[in-house]
């Protein structure tokens, strides 16, 4: 009869007779094995894949005989719930190890021969990985792992830990078949795929997901700069520009945007920055964040005999990090294969991959001459400009089709000032050139400055057609303008051209004299303001500006906006009358504009030289020329002690004694210096004030009002909308018996805020002290929102107050808002209906033109034809609805205007 205990079927435990009883596990240790009979092998641990039912979270469940009474648990056998585990690909099939109950030892078995091949590495050489990084390592032994010989006998073939995966005798080695694979059910794990092999698991897919959204955010949508890298001194300097002039080409072939080497040249030269200095990593990061760029590409070349070194790095000016080193190298002569290469490799840090390959890309560059391309280099590192204009022609002839020195060669004449050899040479560049788009509009500038403005206008109408630029609007306006052409409008192209580019002061001051010159001086000065509130160094808008006014008869403004010029600069002397003839636009010279945040030198840098040329002009005896010097210095830094120190002295050698004490009290004012206080009383005695020298000394500041508007004058400047900072300089103002400019201040506060209307009068009770309440001051460079968003706040209250009848409340939100954001165009069509509303139509005609100024809107100009028409202005309200018709000839409200009675 087969013992029960041994032969029993595959995967089931032995039944143990009724009554027996297990004694209880140690708490450590192996548990010894039950008593059995002699010579009785130890049981086996369940086969793999045997059926079990799993109740709960306690041990094993096994079908028991009938009739037999449930038994209770068994918590010396230990839970034996499956380990899924990956083995080799994600796709492969799922294999499970059996768990070692505690108390049995493993069988011993006679070792099989070694078959030479390697088992599969343990659990813990299977470590999981990053998603997308790395290759899959399929089954075998670790990078240091060697392939392990048979076993001694009796050793387990993992660990002897605790929940340890172990063998078994009837596992294979390797993955376990299919039908073995043995998932429980509660476990909620995917039986094995038959059939076709399956799609991309999702693991895969999140890999790839992931890699792509790291490589989004590593990107940022700006430009790439490249600065020429570093190198040894001499005769190799040519390698450096080379790369900085090819690369950004290279990368713009591959679709991603990239500032050429000129543009970078321009953004140098408006941060001061020389061109031929040794570019540093603080001045290149003032160039990539001045060009709006993303990343910079930096990097150094070393030379070894003829073997040619190449190393770059992407410095994220976002972030402030540093890519690891791309390198490359070769000979010499490979150096434009060397520039694609590492051109393709900066290409595949960008969110999307280039298309094709690199060998295709790198063949894609054309067969070149390296003596032409060498020559062309050498030209681009020479400092002479004779020796760059040789050498560039010298390229030319070795390569008549190299496109790139037939460009920096038209570059170089137009800035000599050749144009006609400069219209030639960029009409020689091939129409299917890469660089065809910057020839055609380098072609255009030439023909522009030889008065050719038919063929301008045609050019930059074709580019427009294709790709509606800033520059190329701009440009395409001037032709107009200058040819006087009413179609299109050169203020219509350049509105256009403002709203693509609106930080771009260029734009706004061609629109203003466009403006002008078409006879609307009102909206021009309305533009101009603007320039030279944003650029308050730019002479010529502040020139125009007065013109302006004057043209609108605004005399007083007028005047005041010429002293200030006349005090920054006397070049302008012969211009105080207006001169329309004057060819004061703007032309652009790159489609690429350059805006820059802040200036290349600061104002107190400035005046420091200002100051410098006064102090040699007066030691050489030329008074007038000194003060000049002098009260540029002034206006450029007006809290400078010294320079008010300066003037009061200059002054009192010419006998003015009356505006060098003024001096001196400004010079008091800007910081409490006790020489500069006995000067005074010295000047005072000397025009026999005595007792007024006598109290100086004792004077404070804070009984000095002329002081305190004096300081505010600067927070209310720098600090616009510092409301407390107004109301308390409109309070100085009238303690100083300077009513117009305190009343003139008081009115800009109510029209910001309402809350100060009980304060008209000077309350000096008020405790408006700041306190600080950390020794650590935090001064913003700007402010928690910008002057846009508070607008489009008190528009919306506006719109509330308006429709719920309170039309006080609405104008005194719509005024503010127009106040914070000057140029937005529904705003003004909103404050010129509410006057509409309350019957003030001049108020309203007054906003529906700054409104058009700001933005040409054919509904706007409509509803200004109708007012016109409603206060019995019939022939302008004609014209308006004309203009209309003009750029829409199918407008039937308009031609009922315009034929109207």
């Known amino acids: 009869m087969p013992d029960p205990l041994l032969h029993r079927p595959r995967g089931q435990r032995p039944l143990r007779p009724r009554g027996f009883r297990e004694p209880p ?68 099939p799922r294999g499970l190890r059996p768990l070692r109950c505690r108390g049995l030892p493993p069988r011993r078995r006679a070792p099989r021969p070694h078959r030479g091949a390697a088992r599969e590495p343990p659990l813990v050489h299977e470590r999981s990985r990053l998603p997308g990084v790395g290759r899959p390592r399929g089954p075998g032994p670790g990078p240091r792992h060697r392939a392990r010989g048979p076993r001694p006998p009796g050793v387990s073939r993992s660990g002897a830990l605790d929940r340890e995966p172990l063998g078994d005798r009837r596992q294979r080695e390797g993955p376990p078949a299919l039908r073995n694979a043995g998932l429980p059910a509660p476990q909620g794990v995917r039986g094995p795929r038959l059939g076709p092999a399956p799609g991309p698991d999702r693991a895969a897919g999140l890999s790839r997901l992931l890699a792509f959204l790291i490589a989004s955010a590593s990107a940022a949508n ?3 700069v490249v600065v020429p890298p570093e190198g040894p001194a001499g005769d190799s300097a040519w390698i450096a520009q080379a790369v900085a002039d090819g690369l950004p080409r290279a990368l ?49 070349y070393e030379l070894r005999a003829r073997e040619l070194v190449l190393s770059l790095r992407l410095l994220d000016l976002e972030r402030g990090t ?53 020559a062309y280099a050498e030209g681009l590192a020479a400092s002479d400009p004779a020796s760059r204009l040789k050498l560039v022609k010298r390229a030319l002839s070795l ?36 660089l065809a788009r910057e020839g055609r509009f380098l072609r255009g500038v030439a023909l522009l400055h030889l008065g050719r403005y038919r063929e301008a206008a045609d050019l930059y109408g074709a580019l427009a057609s294709e790709e509606p630029s800033a520059a190329v609007l701009n440009n395409r306006a001037i032709a107009s303008l200058r040819l006087g052409s009413a179609s299109p409008r050169a203020s219509a192209l350049l509105r256009e051209a403002a709203e693509k580019e609106p930080d771009a002061s260029d734009l706004a001051f061609n629109l203003a004299w466009a403006l002008l010159l078409e006879g609307d001086p009102e909206a021009s000065a309305f533009w101009l303001r603007g320039v030279v509130r944003r650029e308050g160094r730019d002479n010529r808008a502040r020139l125009v500006l007065s013109w302006a006014l004057a043209k609108a008869g605004r005399e007083a403004e007028a005047q005041e906006e010429w002293k200030a010029l006349s005090a920054v600069s006397s070049s302008y002397q012969s211009l105080s ?30 005046a420091a030289t200002h100051a410098a040329r006064a102090d040699k002009l007066a030691e050489a005896g030329d008074l007038e020329g000194a003060l000049a010097e ?184 719509l005024t503010r808002a127009a106040y914070l954001d000057p140029y937005g165009g529904r705003v003004h069509r909103r404050l010129a209906r509410l006057h509409r509303r309350r019957g003030e139509t001049d108020k309203a005609l007054a ?20 007012l016109l028409k409603d206060m019995g202005r019939t022939a302008e309200a004609r014209s308006e609805a004309r203009r209309v018709l003009e750029g829409d000839p199918g407008n039937e409200e308009a031609r009922r205007l315009a034929e109207g009675p």
Request: charged share 30%; with cysteine; net charge positive.
């Open 847 to 866: 906003e529906l033109r700054m409104s058009l100024w700001c933005r040409e809107d054919p509904g706007v100009r409509l509803e200004l034809a109708g």
């Open 322 to 374: 540093l890519s690891a080193p791309l390198i490359a190298s070769g000979p010499v002569e490979t150096l434009p294969s060397l520039i694609h290469t590492l051109a393709w490799d900066i290409a595949l840090t960008a969110p999307g991959p280039p298309a094709g390959s690199r060998e295709a890309f790198v063949a894609s560059g054309g067969i070149l001459s390296f003596e032409a391309f060498k």
């Open 399 to 434: 390569a008549p089709e190299y496109d790139e020195a037939r460009l920096d060669l038209g570059g170089q004449l137009l800035e000599t000032r050749d144009f006609k050899a400069a219209e030639e040479a960029f009409g020689r560049i091939r129409p299917d050139s890469s």
């Open 630 to 813: 002098l009260t540029r210095a002034a206006y450029l830094d007006p809290y400078g002690g010294r320079v008010h120190r300066r003037l009061a002295r200059l002054h009192r050698r010419r006998g003015e004694t009356d505006k060098a004490l003024a001096e001196l009290r400004m010079s008091l004012w800007c910081r409490e210096d006790p020489g500069v206080r006995l000067e005074l009383a010295g000047l005072l005695k000397d025009m026999g004030r005595t007792a007024e020298a006598r109290s100086e000394a004792r004077l404070l500041l804070e009984g000095d009002p002329e002081a305190s508007a004096f300081w505010l004058r600067g927070v209310v400047r720098r600090e616009g909308r510092d409301n407390r900072a107004r109301l308390v300089l409109s309070w100085a103002l009238a303690k100083a018996g300077r009513e117009a400019e305190a009343q003139e201040e008081w009115k800009a506060l109510s029209a910001v805020s309402s809350s100060y209307q009980s304060l008209s009068s000077p309350d000096l009770s008020r405790r408006f002290e700041r306190i600080q309440v950390s020794e650590r001051l935090i001064t913003l460079d700007g402010e928690g929102r910008s002057d846009a968003e508070m607008a489009a706040t008190h528009a919306a209250r506006a719109d509330k107050l308006a429709e719920a009848g309170d039309l006080e409340g609405a104008l005194a939100e």
């Open 222 to 224: 700006g430009p790439v």
């Open 25 to 92: 596990a140690p708490l450590h240790g192996a548990r010894p094995a039950p008593a059995a009979a002699a010579g009785s092998p130890p049981p086996l641990p369940a086969a793999h894949g045997a059926p079990r039912r799993s109740r709960g979270r306690g041990g094993d469940h096994l079908p028991q005989p009938p009739g037999e009474r449930r038994r209770r648990l068994e918590p010396h056998l230990r839970h034996s719930r499956p380990l899924p585990r990956l083995r080799g690909h994600p796709r492969a």
């Open 252 to 300: 713009g072939r591959l679709g991603l945007a990239s500032v050429g080497r000129a543009d970078r040249l321009r953004a140098q030269e408006a941060l001061g920055i020389p061109a031929a200095a040794t570019t540093t990593r603080a001045s290149s990061i003032r160039v990539g964040e001045a060009l709006d760029a993303a990343r910079l590409v930096v990097g150094s």
């Open 577 to 606: 009358s207006p001169d329309l003839s004057r060819r004061f636009e703007r032309i652009q010279v790159s489609e690429r504009l350059i805006t820059l945040d802040g200036e290349g030198r600061s104002d107190a840098e400035m």
